[in-house]
């Protein structure tokens, strides 16, 4: 994956106003944004993203993405420890082939905005910036226990942008699992 910005995380004091520079709502108290480089256009790479149900293909942690409506989703993610969070989502932008940035809604489990631009990069494709605010279960030992898991958002977000690259670039997603099917074949 190619970081075209240098991951960002700003300190308590500053989150709300760093998020509100960037358009986003003042829901949460920690801040990340992470870009990679992709060789597709960029109105490719936002209808794919656009169709939300097709996130969970990617995103680790994703259970499910359930869309209600042409702005509203329901999302359930993996938490630390086998647990789940969910929320609703609302787009508050959509500039199509551009950026989509959207707010929880309804009494999340965990306050979250965001937003994903995707910018073209000449013959190099197009830049994919996530930027998310939330509000980290639990405040800092949350976040702790949240990576001890592998679950914390910035580790997330590098993994999930690499995945997306994987797949619209090549099809595929690489793993380390095992063939499984190949597996049982050798041991029948």
């Given at each position: 994956?190619?970081?075209?910005?240098?991951?960002?995380?700003?300190?308590?004091?500053?989150?709300?106003?760093?998020?509100?520079?960037?358009?986003?709502?003042?829901?949460?108290?920690?801040?990340?944004?992470?870009?990679?480089?992709?060789?597709?256009?960029?109105?490719?790479?936002?209808?794919?993203?656009?169709?939300?149900?097709?996130?969970?293909?990617?995103?680790?942690?994703?259970?499910?993405?359930?869309?209600?409506?042409?702005?509203?989703?329901?999302?359930?993610?993996?938490?630390?420890?086998?647990?789940?969070?969910?929320?609703?989502?609302?787009?508050?932008?959509?500039?199509?082939?551009?950026?989509?940035?959207?707010?929880?809604?309804?009494?999340?489990?965990?306050?979250?905005?965001?937003?994903?631009?995707?910018?073209?990069?000449?013959?190099?494709?197009?830049?994919?910036?996530a930027t998310i605010h939330y509000d980290a279960p639990a405040g800092?030992?949350?976040?702790?226990?949240?990576?001890?898991?592998?679950?914390?958002?910035?580790?997330?977000?590098?993994?999930?942008?690499?995945?997306?690259?994987?797949?619209?670039?090549?099809?595929?997603?690489?793993?380390?699992?095992?063939?499984?099917?190949?597996?049982?074949?050798?041991?029948?």
């Amino acid at each position: 994956m190619t970081d075209n910005a240098p991951p960002t995380t700003a300190k308590h004091g500053d989150t709300a106003e760093h998020a509100a520079s960037l358009g986003l709502d003042g829901k949460g108290n920690a801040l990340l944004s992470r870009s990679v480089t992709i060789n597709r256009p960029a109105a490719e790479l936002y209808a794919y993203w656009r169709d939300f149900a097709n996130l969970a293909t990617f995103m680790e942690n994703v259970e499910s993405v359930e869309v209600r409506d042409d702005t509203t989703s329901h999302w359930t993610v993996k938490g630390p420890g086998g647990s789940s969070v969910e929320w609703d989502a609302q787009i508050t932008q959509d500039i199509p082939g551009q950026a989509i940035a959207w707010t929880s809604v309804n009494g999340p489990d965990v306050s979250n905005s965001g937003r994903i631009e995707f910018r073209a990069s000449g013959q190099r494709g197009t830049v994919v910036t996530a930027t998310i605010h939330y509000d980290a279960p639990a405040g800092i030992v949350g976040r702790a226990v949240a990576k001890l898991f592998q679950r914390e958002p910035g580790i997330q977000a590098r993994r999930d942008l690499r995945r997306f690259k994987q797949l619209m670039e090549t099809g595929e997603i690489a793993t380390n699992a095992p063939n499984l099917k190949q597996h049982e074949e050798e041991a029948a």
